[in-house]
């Protein structure tokens, strides 16, 4: 698990919830040996909290972490076959240009399916105001 802060209650329910993603991967459950990493928001800090994991010898990495920490993450670890499960990033072009690569695996879909379903909300309750509030990051 590649975790930014400590909170150990955080810390577990993340780990349950990978446990039956990596269950879904696998198609069986396995024993699930987690790891946990944690790191500040800074690109070095998450480069060297990767590379700790893969010293372990990790089969897949967990994380909590934004769109822009997932990118970083993401890129080291498809150079080695490790799959990351996302539980926050959102950046639809985090998205593996190869269909048969399992580089990202999302807990929450893609900004593109968000912005979808609320297009489709709008239309349905016919709302002719709204606002849009965007930042100007990867998250």
């Given amino acids: 698990l590649l975790l930014e802060s400590e909170d150990q209650d955080k810390a577990d329910a993340i ?17 699930v040996n987690i790891e946990k990493q944690f790191h500040d928001s800074s690109y070095i800090s998450v480069v060297n909290a990767v590379c700790s994991l893969f010293e ?12 822009t920490l997932t990118r970083a993450q993401v890129d080291l670890a498809s150079k080695f076959d490790v799959p990351v499960v996302t539980a926050m990033a959102t950046n639809p072009y985090l998205e593996s240009s190869s269909r048969d690569s399992v580089e990202l695996v999302r807990m929450f879909p893609s900004d593109i399916y968000q912005s979808k379903a609320i297009f489709e909300l709008m ?15 990867d998250y």
């Fill in 56 to 67: 372990k010898d990790v089969v897949a990495i967990v994380s909590e972490s934004d769109s």
């Fill in 123 to 137: 239309k349905e309750y016919k709302w002719r105001e709204f606002a849009i509030l965007a930042s100007a990051d």
């Fill in 15 to 31: 780990g349950r919830v990978a446990d039956y993603y990596l269950t879904l991967l696998n198609s069986t459950h396995a024993e």
